[in-house]
C-alpha cells in the first residue's frame, strides 16, 4: 500500500548548512522535479519566512545544527494520536467487535406516579399556561386544538428532560417532537406510534452493541483528515457529520488516529477497505458517546531525518540532550499563517480593524506562486468584476473565495463587503482572527526570550493557577467544517502574576503568555509595554479586543511559552537506497516486518526520531530547535 509514496519529493528540504527549510506550494511538491530544482526556483514565490510572524529566537543558540531532507517520503513523518488516556492510538486488528447476547432480566418499572403529580411535574417543566393547554389536548375538550409548542428551549440537554418526561408518563397517549428548539406535543396516531416502536427497537439494537455510535482507527497516507472524512462520507452516502473526530492530522504523513461514526456498523466500515487507497480501518468498538474536537492529549512523532549533512555527528547527541532538557521555543508554526504570499494573519488584522473592503481584497487578489487556475480566476475577477464568471472559474475547494462570489453574484452587491465576508462559513472567519493573534503571541514569546531569556520565570510573568485547566490551553483554535472551539466555549483559566518569593516555585516551563483578548491578563513586567508597540502599529488595542461583530470579540487565552517532549528515543541509521523506508507503519507492524537496520558502510546519514508533543504543540517547530536553519536574509 506504501509503494505510491516513493518517487515524491520532499516537501521541506533544506541541503546546505545556513538554508532556510523551504515550505513548498502543494502543486510543486507533488510535481516530479529533484529536490534541488525545486529549492533554486522557489525563490520567485515570495512565501512568508519564519521572521515574518515572529519565529526569530532558539532555546539554545549555542548548540549548532545540521541540515536534512524532511517528509522525502510519507513514512518519514507518522503521527499517532495520544487519546486522553494517553494511550498512543495504533491500527492493531480488523476484527469485528463480539456482542454478546445481554441476559434477560426483567424489566424495573418506574414508578408510578398518579395523573395529579405528572400534571404538577409538567407545571414545573413547561409552565402553568403551556400544561393546561396539553390536559385540554389530552381530554378533547377543544375539537380544534391538534398539538400544542411548547416556548423555546435553547438547552439540548433539557429539552431531552422533557421529551423522557412525556415518554415515561404519556408515552402511549402523546407524541413529542422537537422543531427548531419548540417542543410540539401531540395526540399519537397509528403512524407515531409504529415510528416509535421502530425507534424503540433499532436504540435497543444499538444498546445490546454497546453504543450507537462505532469508534474505529483512521490510518491514512498522505489525506488530511477532513479530506478522508469527506471521502467515506461519499462512499458511505452519509452526512459528513455522521463522523467526528479529536483533531485534523497532517496531510503529507501517514497518520493514525482515533473516528466516530453515528449509526454505522462496524461491518459495513470493514467493508470499505477494499475500496479504499492510501487508507484504511481498524480497531472497531461500540461506545456511547462521539469524540469531539480536543478530546485528544496529544501526537505520537515518528519523524526521520534524511540525508542528514552535519559537521560532526557528535553534535546530533548534544542536540538531542538540549532537546530534552531545554525544550524548545513553542511557537506557532508556519502552517498556522497559510502557505501563499498574503498570510491569513493579513485578513485577520484587517478583520479587526473593522477594514471589511481589505479584508475581502487580500482573499480574492493575486498571489505570486498560485495554481494556474486560481491565477486566472483570479484575475478575472480583478479584471471584470464578473462575480458570476469568476465563481465558474474558482475551483470548489477555494472556499472563502467562492462563498464571497455567491453572495456579491446573488445580490449584485459587489460593493457589499460586510455582507460578503459574513457567508464565510465560521471557521475559516475565525481562522483569520486566530492568526494574527498567534501572529502577535509569537512576535511577544521571541521579546520574551531575547529580554529574560528562557532559562527561568522573572517578576510579572504568569503561570496557570489551576492545573487541571492547563488541558484547555491551545484548544482556542480547533476548528473543522462543523465545529469550533474557542476561548467563550471554555471554562475560565486563571493565572497567576510571579512576585520575587514565587520565582523559586515555578520553572521556565510552567510560563504563559496570553493571547491578545479582553480577558486575559498581561505580564506585570515590560512584555506588555511589548504587547502595546507592536499592536499599535496595526491600529489595534491589546486592551480592547471586543467587537460589534461576536466572531471577532476575541476573549483572548494563554499559552505556555516553553515545549518539551516526552518519550524521546532516537537513532542512528546509514543507507544506500535513497527511496527506502527507515520505520515502520502500523500495516508494516501488522505484516510481521522487522526494523529496518543501520548499514555499516551506508553512504548516507539519517536520524530518526521517536516522541511525544502536547496537542498544542507543533512537531515542525521542535525540528526548528533541532536542526537551527537559518533563512537567508
Known amino acids: 500500500m506504501a509503494s505510491h509514496e516513493e518517487q515524491q519529493p520532499a516537501k521541506k528540504i533544506r541541503l546546505n548548512s545556513g538554508e532556510p527549510v523551504v515550505v513548498l506550494p502543494d502543486n510543486i511538491a507533488n510535481s516530479s522535479e529533484d529536490s534541488e530544482k525545486i529549492v533554486s526556483n522557489i525563490e520567485v514565490y515570495q512565501m512568508i519566512r519564519e521572521q515574518d510572524v515572529g519565529i526569530i529566537e532558539y532555546a539554545n543558540p549555542s548548540i549548532p545544527g545540521f541540515s536534512g531532507v524532511i517528509k522525502q517520503r510519507f513514512s518519514d513523518f507518522m503521527v499517532n494520536e495520544i487519546d486522553n488516556s494517553r494511550n498512543i492510538v495504533h491500527l492493531t486488528n480488523f476484527d469485528i467487535p463480539k456482542v454478546e447476547n445481554p441476559v434477560d432480566k426483567p424489566e424495573i418499572p418506574k414508578e408510578k406516579i398518579s395523573d395529579e403529580q405528572a400534571f404538577q411535574e409538567m407545571k414545573t417543566l413547561l409552565g402553568e399556561e403551556t400544561s393546561n393547554r396539553i390536559q385540554s389536548l389530552l381530554s378533547g375538550q377543544d375539537e380544534s386544538l391538534s398539538f400544542v409548542n411548547t416556548k423555546v428551549e435553547k438547552d439540548k440537554s433539557k429539552r431531552k428532560i422533557i421529551h423522557q418526561f412525556f415518554k415515561d408518563h404519556f408515552g402511549s397517549k402523546l407524541n413529542t417532537e422537537a422543531i427548531d428548539g419548540v417542543i410540539r406535543v401531540s395526540m399519537h396516531t397509528d403512524k407515531t406510534r409504529k415510528d416509535r416502536r421502530n425507534r424503540q427497537q433499532k436504540n435497543d439494537i444499538w444498546d445490546a452493541l454497546g453504543g450507537s455510535y462505532c469508534q474505529f482507527t483512521l490510518y491514512k497516507e498522505n489525506k488530511d483528515t477532513i479530506e478522508a472524512i469527506s471521502f467515506l462520507s461519499k462512499l458511505l452516502k452519509v452526512h459528513s457529520r455522521t463522523f467526528s473526530y479529536a483533531g485534523t492530522k497532517d496531510r503529507r504523513a501517514i497518520t493514525v488516529q482515533k473516528v466516530t461514526a453515528n449509526r454505522i456498523k462496524a461491518e459495513r466500515l470493514l467493508g470499505m477497505n477494499s475500496n479504499l487507497r492510501g487508507m484504511k480501518l481498524g480497531n472497531f468498538e461500540y461506545v456511547k458517546t462521539p469524540l469531539k474536537l480536543g478530546d485528544l492529549r496529544g501526537n505520537n512523532f515518528m519523524i526521520t531525518i534524511k540525508n542528514v549533512q552535519v559537521e560532526n555527528e557528535e553534535i546530533i547527541p548534544k542536540a538531542i540532550d538540549s532537546l530534552q532538557s531545554r525544550g524548545f521555543i513553542n511557537y506557532y508554526g508556519m502552517q498556522r499563517f497559510g502557505s501563499s504570499s498574503i498570510p491569513t494573519f493579513h485578513v485577520g488584522r484587517a478583520l479587526l480593524q473593522n477594514n471589511w473592503e481589505e479584508a475581502v481584497n487580500l482573499i480574492m487578489k493575486p498571489r505570486p506562486g498560485d495554481r494556474q487556475d486560481h491565477e486566472i480566476a483570479r484575475q478575472h475577477w480583478i479584471e471584470n468584476r464578473d462575480a458570476k464568471k469568476a465563481l465558474e472559474l474558482f475551483p470548489k475547494q477555494c472556499i472563502a473565495e467562492t462563498h464571497i462570489l455567491s453572495y456579491f453574484?446573488?445580490?449584485?452587491?459587489?460593493?457589499?463587503?460586510?455582507?460578503?465576508?459574513?457567508?464565510?462559513?465560521?471557521?475559516?472567519?475565525?481562522?483569520?482572527?486566530?492568526?494574527?493573534?498567534?501572529?502577535?503571541?509569537?512576535?511577544?514569546?521571541?521579546?520574551?526570550?531575547?529580554?529574560?531569556?528562557?532559562?527561568?520565570?522573572?517578576?510579572?510573568?504568569?503561570?496557570?493557577?489551576?492545573?487541571?485547566?492547563?488541558?484547555?490551553?491551545?484548544?482556542?483554535?480547533?476548528?473543522?467544517?462543523?465545529?469550533?472551539?474557542?476561548?467563550?466555549?471554555?471554562?475560565?483559566?486563571?493565572?497567576?502574576?510571579?512576585?520575587?518569593?514565587?520565582?523559586?516555585?515555578?520553572?521556565?516551563?510552567d510560563v504563559v503568555l496570553p493571547l491578545p483578548g479582553y480577558s486575559v491578563i498581561y505580564p506585570n513586567n515590560d512584555i506588555f509595554e511589548k504587547y502595546k508597540e507592536l499592536m499599535w502599529k496595526d491600529h489595534l488595542d491589546p486592551r480592547e479586543m471586543r467587537r460589534n461583530v461576536k466572531d471577532f470579540s476575541l476573549s483572548g487565552s494563554y499559552r505556555k511559552i516553553m515545549g518539551k517532549p516526552s518519550d524521546l528515543s532516537w537513532k542512528i541509521f546509514k543507507y544506500d537506497d535513497q527511496d527506502i523506508s527507515?520505520?515502520?507503519?502500523?500495516?508494516?507492524?501488522?505484516?510481521?516486518?522487522?526494523?529496518?537496520?543501520?548499514?555499516?558502510?551506508?553512504?548516507?546519514?539519517?536520524?530518526?526520531?521517536?516522541?511525544?508533543?502536547?496537542?498544542?504543540?507543533?512537531?515542525?517547530?521542535?525540528?526548528?530547535?533541532?536542526?537551527?536553519?537559518?533563512?537567508?536574509?
Open 409 to 509: 453574484a446573488k445580490t449584485g452587491q459587489i460593493n457589499d463587503y460586510a455582507g460578503a465576508f459574513a457567508t464565510i462559513p465560521r471557521n475559516l472567519r475565525l481562522m483569520y482572527v486566530h492568526a494574527y493573534q498567534s501572529y502577535i503571541w509569537n512576535h511577544i514569546v521571541s521579546e520574551r526570550i531575547r529580554i529574560h531569556g528562557c532559562d527561568a520565570p522573572v517578576v510579572g510573568d504568569l503561570v496557570i493557577k489551576d492545573e487541571d485547566s492547563i488541558a484547555d490551553i491551545g484548544n482556542e483554535d480547533l476548528v473543522d467544517d462543523n465545529f469550533t472551539v474557542n476561548s467563550d466555549d471554555k471554562k475560565e483559566i486563571k493565572v497567576k502574576v510571579l512576585s520575587e518569593e514565587d520565582l523559586n516555585d515555578y520553572s521556565i516551563f
Open 582 to 633: 527507515l520505520s515502520l507503519t502500523d500495516l508494516d507492524l501488522l505484516d510481521g516486518k522487522s526494523d529496518p537496520e543501520s548499514l555499516p558502510d551506508g553512504k548516507n546519514t539519517a536520524l530518526r526520531v521517536n516522541l511525544s508533543l502536547l496537542a498544542s504543540s507543533y512537531a515542525t517547530v521542535l525540528l526548528r530547535e533541532l536542526m537551527k536553519p537559518t533563512e537567508k536574509e
